[in-house]
């Protein structure tokens, strides 16, 4: 039996029509999130009356793994050449910056602050319920910042073979 070679159809060119306006504006949001997300990072706590060590700590962790992390996002946004993302890539995007908020509500300071140690347990939660709300977030958080980055990885792998078929 001889098997037939298939060639690869190649990935159709989506009107303007079939993009939706979120991932438009995911794809918006990658470039100003490089400063905006570490800043939130490290300092968003304060905008709730929690200060202490926990702002030193955040801005300098944000400094170190956020920025890089956005900028390398954004080089692979640019990569695929096109305004918009995935639908897959625009909804990762999305929950990773809702859990930016929730790790951020949910980050325990040192105990140096008389206010509460994070801006959960200063509106009156335990701290048992703050914890557990942390570990999941910064858990969910991680896997969505690698699916992240596998996604648009091969997006814009993708994207470059359609261009270099077509």
């Known amino acids: 039996m001889k098997m037939e070679n298939k060639k690869r159809k190649p990935i159709a060119k989506k009107t303007t029509s079939e993009v939706k306006r979120w991932q438009r504006l995911a794809h918006d949001l990658i470039f100003p999130s490089v400063v905006v997300v570490p800043l939130w990072f490290g300092m968003g706590r304060s905008l709730f009356g929690i200060s202490g060590w926990g702002i030193i700590s955040l801005t300098i962790l944000a400094l170190f793994t956020l920025?890089?992390?956005?900028?390398?996002l954004i080089i692979l946004s640019w990569a695929g050449k096109r305004a918009y993302l995935s639908k897959l890539a625009s909804v990762l995007l999305f929950v990773y910056l809702a859990?930016?908020?929730?790790?951020q509500m949910?980050?325990?300071d040192a105990g140096d602050t008389p206010e509460g140690s994070s801006v959960l347990t200063a509106i009156g939660a335990s701290e048992n319920l703050?914890?557990?709300?942390?570990?999941?977030?910064l858990s969910v958080m991680i896997i969505v910042m690698a699916a992240?980055?596998?996604?648009?990885t091969v997006d814009a792998i993708n994207n470059r073979r359609?261009?270099?078929?077509?």
Do not use: E, R
């Open 67 to 72: 920025v890089p992390y956005h900028i390398i």
């Open 99 to 103: 859990l930016q908020v929730v790790v």
């Open 106 to 108: 949910t980050f325990l």
């Open 130 to 137: 703050n914890d557990t709300i942390l570990g999941i977030g």
């Open 148 to 152: 992240l980055l596998i996604v648009l």
């Open 162 to 166: 359609a261009k270099s078929t077509a």
